[in-house]
């Protein structure tokens, strides 16, 4: 079973529209979660890093909320434009050491207009 | 800043060719990774160096060797390239493990014919 699921696995929308993507996982002990973005044919890039204590983090139209409970997070796209389009990675910290992190196989956002 | 540079961008080899995959990074960071990404699964880690001088296996370290040359550039080499090799092959650094961003290049792709 992966430990990092993503759903849903894509995802079309209009422009303008928010969307919310969610991502859980069952690593534990846990010491943070990552959001990434990453545009066809480049490198993921940071979105947002979230500790277990935080709840809620936001990046300019991007918010990222944590339940540490449940293990589960959500990413959520406001009034989304067309440079959103990109596949939108949640990652965790393994348990054996904090330089192993564990990806989820993401999801495909289109956004057309 | 170019940040975290690969080279090549593009490569073909044929099966049992052997090659070595740069990348150097210009943020000072103390920590770089390989990783590879195949169509349908998150990336997975195949080596890392914590710090200069030190390497370390990740998930997926067979048919694989590294050498951090100095601070700045990791490299990683295929001895006898394999069919099941070809992906795309993603270098990243960060100033360190636990809460850091990982920065990333914008990869290798590899065939193997």
């Known amino acids: 079973k992966n430990q990092v699921e993503q759903s849903p696995q894509s995802l079309i929308i209009l422009e303008g529209k928010n969307c919310t993507l969610q991502c859980n996982y069952t690593v534990s002990p846990f010491s943070n979660l990552r959001w990434y973005k990453q545009d066809t044919g480049r490198g993921p890039v940071s979105l947002t890093i979230m500790t277990f204590s935080e709840n809620t983090k936001s990046n300019g139209r991007y918010t990222a909320t944590l339940d540490a409970d449940t293990k589960q997070s959500s990413l959520h796209i406001t009034a989304s434009q067309l440079s959103d389009s990109a596949s939108y990675i949640c990652v965790v910290p393994s348990m054996d050491s904090s330089y192993k992190l564990i990806f989820g196989s993401g999801t495909r956002l289109l956004v057309r207009p | 800043n170019a940040g975290v540079t690969q080279t090549p961008k593009f490569q073909v080899l044929k099966t049992g060719q052997s090659m070595t995959l740069q990348c150097a990074q210009d943020?000072?960071?103390?920590?770089m990774y390989w990783y590879r990404q195949d169509p349908g699964m998150g990336l997975r880690l195949i080596y890392y160096s914590a710090s200069e001088g030190t390497t370390d296996k990740g998930e997926v370290p067979n048919g694989y060797n590294v050498s951090r040359l100095n601070k700045r550039e990791f490299s990683l080499r295929l001895e006898s390239a394999a069919p099941s090799q070809t992906s795309v092959y993603f270098c990243?650094?960060?100033?360190?493990?636990?809460?850091?961003?990982?920065?990333f290049g914008d990869g290798t792709r590899l065939s193997i014919l």
């Open positions: 990243a650094s960060s100033e360190r493990a636990g809460n850091q961003p990982q920065h």
């Open positions: 943020m000072n960071h103390n920590s």
